[in-house]
């Protein structure tokens, strides 16, 4: 599994650090997302796929 | 392409008005006309007071598509309520600039980017023990009252009220005057003038607040944003109106109502006494099942385009209905259930897209805190009034209950 992240498109609202914490963290200055881990492991797909799913501005995707 | 039939059916029928009356004797369930016309299309023709013909929005997946599509814009230009909300005849032309929730990105982002650090996962859980202490202290007044007493009033009011003052640093001796307008804004029973009144005077208290934050910047938001932005007095002022706003209403109903349908589940709500573990599943399952933002959010469509085969016109005004999306069988196995173990994290109560709620840590910190502690300090809660004597805000943005006797 690979992430990657479209930063622009975020806003911010951080349900991916609640659902995947150790994954992605937020900016302490601003808030966007910052992705720790673009390759975690297959125990973290679950949790990095609704993360995906939830992000509100659809920032995260998976290959 | 079954899709396309369907819509065009549905079209040919006389559009709806935006349904209130929420169903005799189910203060929890939507208006049932929301099932009908999901049942019919997820997105049907919506008849807006004023004549207008938009779109209504009634199943998860479109809700939230059009939430996450800037092309169905926030801007205030051409959007109407679907229905005639006390207050919102009040004009919207003397709003400071600032308002985020009225703008589309990029200026939109400018904003969030500049608020979001202040509402981040980790700055929430540090609130945590103040929020603690917050509700400890209105339960302390509540048990010297012995009850009963309107938990509304005593508790799922003055709580969030007294974490915002703080986000805010307004001074504890401004507190019960800030409070005092707040609560005329948000009446059901306030005049026009009256709302004026208030926000003429919550203004100089806000415009003073700012200035106080300016010269002697504390830890708070406003004076962190005085001291890191450039933002404009008015700016500012625009953006602690967009917190009270969306902050205030919300989380209170949320705690009035959710503790309603808590006492009226009480199976679950042993369960829940029994395993706090359960807590966390219980304050989501609350926010999807009682959706209590009713009212919107609506946008306005930009540009003419093709929206799930559907033809959107340059104009159109289009409103998502929170209660009917999360009430969607599509998303929600047996929807109309109330399931604290239903782990159903995918609701849109606090919306989607670049306008999705900021606040949503810090009010399921609130909820947790205030149910739990509600809770724990009264393990004999329950109504102190017939069910049938509560009274719903059924007109109101924010749906919830008049007031809710309780004892103990
Ligand atoms: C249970 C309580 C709450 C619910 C159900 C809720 C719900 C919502 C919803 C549905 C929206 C989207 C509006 C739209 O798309 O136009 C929203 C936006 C917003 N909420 Fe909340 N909210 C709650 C509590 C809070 C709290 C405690 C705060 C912070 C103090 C807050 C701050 C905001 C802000 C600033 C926005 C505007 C975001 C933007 O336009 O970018 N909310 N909320
Ligand atoms: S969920 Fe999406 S919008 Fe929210 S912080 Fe994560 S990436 Fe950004």
Redesign the interface.
């Known amino acids: 599994m690979r992430i990657e992240i479209d930063r622009d498109l975020c806003c911010g609202a951080g349900t991916c650090v609640l659902l995947a914490p150790g994954v992605f963290d937020q900016d302490d200055e601003d808030g966007t997302v910052i992705l720790l881990d673009a390759t975690p492991g297959a125990g973290r797909r679950a949790a990095v796929e609704e993360a995906a799913e939830r992000c509100p501005t659809a920032v995260i995707s998976i290959t | 392409m079954t899709q396309t039939t369907q819509s065009q059916e549905s079209e040919n029928r006389l559009p709806r008005p935006f349904p209130t009356a929420r169903p005799s004797g189910c203060p929890f369930d939507p208006p049932a006309p929301f099932a009908e016309a999901r049942a019919e299309c997820p997105v049907t023709p919506l008849r807006y007071p004023d004549g207008h013909i938009g779109r209504l929005v009634t199943g998860l997946a479109s809700g939230r598509a059009v939430?996450?599509d800037t092309r169905f814009s926030s801007l205030p230009a051409g959007k109407r309520s679907p229905v005639m909300t006390p207050g919102s005849e009040l004009s919207t032309d003397a709003l400071p600039t600032g308002m985020f929730v009225n703008m589309d990105p990029p200026e939109h982002?400018r904003y969030?980017?500049?608020?979001?650090?202040h509402?981040?996962?980790?700055r929430v859980r540090e609130l945590r023990p103040r929020v603690q202490e917050m509700a400890d202290r209105l339960l302390d007044a509540m048990e010297r009252d012995c009850g009963p007493v309107d938990l509304v009033e005593a508790f799922a009011k003055p709580l969030p009220t007294l974490v915002t003052s703080e986000l805010l640093g307004l001074p504890e001796e401004d507190r019960a005057e800030f409070r005092r307008h707040v609560d005329v804004l948000f009446s059901l029973s306030s005049s026009g003038e009256e709302m004026r009144q208030s926000m003429t005077l919550l203004g100089g208290m806000l415009h003073a607040l700012i200035g106080a934050a300016r010269e002697d910047p504390g830890p708070d938001i406003l004076g962190r944003l005085t001291v890191e932005t450039d933002l404009s007095d008015e700016e500012l002022l625009g953006i602690t109106i967009v917190l009270l706003i969306a902050g205030l209403e919300t989380t209170t109903h949320m705690l009035a109502l959710g503790t309603y349908a808590l006492l009226s589940h009480p199976e679950q709500l042993a369960e829940l006494r029994a395993d706090w573990s359960l807590l966390d599943g219980a304050v989501e399952e609350l926010l999807r099942y009682l959706s209590v933002v009713q009212i919107g959010p609506v946008r306005v469509a930009a540009e003419d385009f093709e929206f799930e085969g559907r033809s959107i016109r340059t104009g159109e005004v289009v409103t998502v209905s929170l209660p009917a999306a999360n009430r969607d069988p599509l998303g929600f196995e047996n929807p109309d259930v109330f399931d604290i173990r239903r782990g159903a994290?995918?609701h849109l109560a606090f919306?989607?897209?670049?306008?999705?709620?900021?606040g949503?840590?810090l009010a399921r910190l609130e909820l947790a805190v205030g149910y739990e502690s509600l809770l724990r300090r009264f393990p004999r809660l329950e109504l102190a009034v017939p069910a049938e004597e509560i009274g719903t805000r059924e007109m109101m943005v924010t749906y919830g209950v008049l007031a809710l006797p309780v004892r103990w």
């Open positions: 939430l996450g982002t969030r980017r500049l608020l979001s650090k509402f981040t996962i980790r994290t995918r919306g989607s897209g670049p306008h999705q709620c900021m949503h840590h």
